[in-house]
């Protein structure tokens, strides 16, 4: 469907993405995540630490909360 409508599909992705951007170019990664879940929840690995369970599951690594990772 996004390519029979392309033009739309990128403006509605952009709206979409645009504050997520925003929010980490004018905080910084570390405090963007802190202040957004939905950011928070995306992150995979921080320094070596798996901090999404499936992830950490389907790879055989110890799974760290996200949050406790960033304190480190």
Do not use: C, W
């Amino acid at each position: 469907m996004p390519g029979a409508v392309a033009r739309t599909a990128t403006l509605a992705q952009t709206n979409v993405t645009q504050p997520f951007i925003s929010s980490l170019a004018n905080q910084g990664v570390r405090q963007a995540l802190i202040n957004d879940p939905h950011l928070l929840a995306g992150l995979n690995v921080h320094n070596g630490l798996v901090t999404l369970q499936p992830v950490a599951k389907a790879q055989g690594y110890e799974y760290v909360d996200p949050r406790q990772a960033l304190a480190s």
